[in-house]
């Protein structure tokens, strides 16, 4: 699912999905994508052995109130999620590039630190790097993983977000 991970309320999400074949025959297949546990729409992807093809969908956010949403791509044979925040999450602001963190599972620290949708290795050394920018020490609480000081972020909450990620992969 290509998606920004934050959309400005009111804005119009668009979710482009690319389908690879990796059966033996081509054909049609039902692709379904959903937004919150609600389906949005559904198209009919048809892509010969071993090619891709794209699919997109168009999401209007005043169908829903700003916050964190899990989106959903399915097919007969795979499926897909990557959450997307829809308004502003009222959480730290970006520590690198354009996209702000984001609370990946809801528990009010923020450990998507690149702000791409996803929970990985990378959002770890990124805090690590950045753990005394302004914008890290700044918003503290939201990267307390640690549970021990949100009034700084510190090494143990930066082992405490690793700690963390082996769960969330295991």
Known sequence: IETPAQVPYGDTLQ???TLLNFGN???EHPIQYGI???LVGSATADAAPGETTSVSFEFD???VVRGAYV???TSLYDAETKQVQIGSGGGPPAIIGGSAPQDVDGDGTYEDVDGDGEFTIRDVQLLFEHRNDDAVQNNAGAFDFAGSDPDSVTIAD???QFQKLQEWEG
Request: no cysteine.
């Open 158 to 160: 930066i082992q405490a």
């Open 25 to 27: 025959s081509g054909g």
């Open 61 to 63: 956010t005043n169908r």
């Open 36 to 38: 919150g546990g609600s």
């Open 71 to 73: 989106q959903a791509v």
């Open 15 to 17: 979710a482009d999905v």
